[in-house]
T-cell receptor
């Protein structure tokens, strides 16, 4: 059972554009929603996270939008750069168990 | 801090052989997680420990898999006997507790032929 659904599977964005990745979850007991960034040959790295009592969180060019009633959340990358090219995973945590989405491979082209 | 350290980075072994993957936690972290990453199934949680005690091993696929945490800073994941379908990248991650996110190691790429 896939508890966190992520889309799109892949995304190509031009430099300077906005990258948007969407996720949906099923379990209302999740209490923490992190996003991870993974470069080839590396482990996932925590990028930004939000709690369900907050509707938006911004850190630099990265923003999470959270819609608790719809059980959806999304990552927006403003002014996307070639260095942002990586695989992005949304995730949801209950107690200490983190369930990951299937990942979105982002390519930012010059 | 050197971060979470995994060894080996790559392992190629023959079917039926025993494989041991190793992980050193970040100093001060008290929770340890083992994940497996494949193209088909993504990132799957295998097992996690708090303060050296296994809390949830429901993700361990079969009895061929076992994990230990002999002390606060070190863990092993053993597969015996290994099978080709075990081929994947295995990550360990550590955290300071429930309020914090994970820090992942760079992973061990396991190939069973």
């Amino acid at each position: 059972q896939q508890q966190v659904k992520q889309s799109p599977q892949s995304l190509i964005v031009q430099k300077g554009g906005i990258s948007i990745i969407n996720c949906a979850y099923e379990n209302t007991a999740f209490d923490y929603f992190p996003w991870y960034q993974q470069f080839p040959g590396k482990g996932p790295a925590l990028l930004i996270a939000i709690r369900p009592d907050v509707s938006e969180k911004k850190e630099g060019r990265f923003t999470i939008s959270f819609n608790k009633s719809a059980k959806q959340f999304s990552l927006h990358i403003m002014d996307s750069q070639p260095g942002d090219s990586a695989t992005y995973f949304c995730a949801a945590r209950r107690y200490q168990k983190v369930t990951f989405g299937t990942g979105t491979k982002l390519q930012v082209i010059p | 801090d050197a971060g979470v350290i995994q060894s080996p980075r790559h392992e190629v072994t023959e079917m039926g052989q025993e494989v041991t993957l190793r992980c050193k936690l970040i100093s001060g972290h008290n929770s340890l997680f083992w994940y497996r990453q494949t193209m088909m199934r993504g990132l799957e949680l295998l097992i996690y420990f708090n303060n050296n005690v296994p809390i949830d091993d429901s993700g361990m696929p079969e009895d061929r898999f076992s994990a230990k945490m002999p002390n606060a800073s070190f863990s092993t994941l053993k597969i015996q006997p290994s099978e080709p379908r075990d081929s994947a990248v295995y990550f360990c991650a550590s955290s300071q507790g429930q309020l914090y996110g994970y820090t992942f190691g760079s992973g061990t790429r396991l190939t069973v032929v």
